[in-house]
Structures are given as C-alpha cells and as structure tokens.
C-alpha cells in the first residue's frame, strides 16, 4: 500500500508491521522514522545492515521467530535494503508476528524491483517513497528554523542558504546548527557573516575574485577566472558576494562623498573592513561613481535572475559579467 509521507502521521495504523521507506531524500526519510514511526512503534530498537543479516541469515530468523525474542514488541530496522532481502521479508511476514514491527530503509528502487512490488500491491504493508527536497521545501525549513530560533535574518540570505543545501536536508540541517551556535548571542546574521560559517564549494576565493574584478585588476581578475571551475551555485555564490561588497561600497561612497576623507571612512565603518582589503577598498571608491554603483547593484540583482533561469550557461553569464566590467571607462 503506498503512502505519501505528509499524510502518514494523520493516517497512521497501529496494526501495520511493515514499512518501506524508499527514496534519494535520506533527511525526510531519518525525520520520519524519528518523529512518525519510533515514537508510536516501539522503543526496543535494533538495527541491522542488510549485508550483516545476509551473511547470518540463520541466526538472524532464529532471533526473530524465537519467543524469547518477544517478551516485549520489538522494532527492526534494515538499512541499505535491496532485492535481496524479499525473501526474509515475505516469510517474516507470513508469520504474522504481532509484536514485531519491521522498517526497511532503501535508495532509489525502479518499479521493477521485487522489493517495491511487494510493498506495492500488499494492503497490509505500508510503502512510501521519498523525493528529493525542492528549493521551496527547503526554504520552508529554514524560514520555520529562524523564526523559531529569533534569528534575525533577511530573505534574501535564507534563500543562498536553502540554495547552497544542493536538495538536501540534511545539508542544510548542518549549516543552521552552525549559524545557531553563532547566534547564540548576536541572535542576527548578515551574509559575510554566512559565507564564513558555511560549507562552501570555492575554487580560489571568490571573495578576492570579487575585490578585484570591483577594482578593475584585469591580469589578476583574469588569473582567478582561469584557475576556477565554477559549478552553479558556485556562480550564485559569486554573484551574491558582488552584491554585498557593492552595497558596503555605496555605503562608504556616501559617507566619504560627505566626509571628504577616504581612510577615515573605512577605518569607522561598521562591521569593521579586514586590513587585507582596505588599499583595494581605497582603489575601488576612486573608480566607481555613486551613479556606477547604483546601476551596477540593480544589474547584479537581474543577473542572479537570468543565472538561475539558466543554470546550464551560468558560467558563461557569470564571467561575461566580470569581463565586461573590467572594461568599463573609470568616470
């Protein structure tokens, strides 16, 4: 019997023994079995390998169907299952041992699959398989978390962090946690600030990319370009670092059009500016115009668009970009 995972907490039977869980989505697939399935099966929980049952499978049916085995219910969970464990699985069923409750935890099964086929077409088994996260639910999760949490945090960051998960929950678990332990006090977050905490999937640094594409160093910007391999949310990544740096440099525009003083101004500003970029810093407020950055800001927010809708030629757009504004004219 097939049934989708959103509707097994509202629909759960107690008088279902057998539960296949199948699927690419190894986070929903661990969120259900510890928040659907354990709290209502069992707590006596033993877990097997499919492997290790396979290789002791007398030992194995002698634990299972003797009666000691079942002083009290017992909870089964079989991980990495194939086709090869049907056999163990249809003569424990029919059995009909009532205080044995048995999860199965599989990958990608086709249709094909004896295994699948079983739990298919048996109106006493419970089958439910499990597709990869989409950038929707994923977004969903992390907007729950902060919320939940009181982490200050704008919409734009929550979707790079869903988007840098790659599908996967269990990815993006991981980098809340860390953000978590570093809002323990802050309890606010800014994107410079995530892309030092997260797991990100950088070539050469794209912050450094970024200074000195802004600062028109073509021989270097150039050398960078060459020695990456961008992978998509490699180019989201890069882009999402222009729009924070270009919107730090209208802000230390602004204030020094006013100040009149270029080093007071970056030695004030707040967060404070690392040393290491400060000359580059310098070098960029005396090429861009307040006007240049204004128009370079909305551009880089139509490109992540494009980027995103062409994912396939994002390098290609990503580094049309940076060579076209190495060309630009300095006034």
Same mark, same amino acid.
């Given at each position: 019997?097939?049934?989708? &995972? ?9 008088? %279902? ?31 097997? /390998?499919?492997?290790?049952? +396979? ?34 699985? #249809? #003569?424990? &069923? ?24 079983? &739990? ?19 977004? @969903? ?20 962090? $869903? ?51 802004? $600062? ?24 999402? @670092?222009? +729009? ?17 003083? %270029? ?15 400060? /000359? ?10 307040? $006007? ?19 994912? /396939?030629?994002?390098?290609? %757009?990503?580094?049309? &970009? ?10």
């Amino acid at each position: 019997m097939i049934v989708k &995972f959103f509707d097994l907490k509202k629909n759960f039977k107690k008088n %279902i023994n057998f539960y296949l869980l199948y699927g690419q989505n190894s986070g929903l697939i661990e969120d259900t079995i510890n928040n659907i399935l354990k709290p209502n099966l069992s707590i006596n929980l033993y877990n097997y /390998d499919e492997n290790e049952i +396979l290789s002791n499978i007398d030992e194995f049916k002698e634990g299972i169907f003797s009666k000691s085995f079942f002083e009290e219910d017992k909870l089964i969970i079989i991980n990495r299952a194939t086709d090869k464990i049907l056999q163990i699985i #249809e #003569e424990t &069923f029919d059995k009909n041992i009532k205080d044995l409750k048995i999860i199965i935890k599989s990958n990608v099964l086709e249709k094909k699959s004896k295994l699948r086929q079983f &739990f298919e077409k048996n109106s006493k088994v419970v089958i439910i398989p499990f597709y990869e996260d989409n950038y929707q639910s994923l977004t @969903t999760i992390a907007h729950n978390f902060f919320k939940e949490k009181k982490i200050r945090i704008s919409s734009q960051n929550i979707n790079y962090i $869903a988007e840098r998960a790659k599908g996967n929950r269990i990815n993006l678990k991981n980098e809340l946690k860390k953000i978590e332990d570093y809002c323990q006090k802050t309890k606010s977050i800014e994107f410079n600030e995530i892309n030092k905490l997260t797991n990100l999937s950088e070539n050469y640094d794209v912050s450094e990319l970024v200074n000195q594409c802004i $600062a028109k160093n073509k021989k270097k910007t150039l050398h960078i370009l060459n020695e990456n391999n961008s992978a998509f949310e490699d180019n989201i990544l890069i882009l999402k @670092t222009f +729009l924070f740096k270009l919107k730090r440099l209208k802000k230390l525009k602004d204030i020094s059009e006013s100040k009149d003083n %270029i080093d007071s101004t970056i030695s004030s500003f707040k967060p404070p500016i690392f040393w290491k970029e400060k /000359d580059l810093i310098k070098q960029q407020l005396t090429i861009w115009s307040l $006007a240049q950055l204004k128009l370079l800001i909305t551009e880089v927010n139509n490109l992540e668009f494009l980027v995103k809708k062409n994912s /396939d030629i994002s390098n290609q %757009i990503v580094n049309n &970009f940076i060579l076209e504004n190495l060309e630009l004219p300095n006034n």
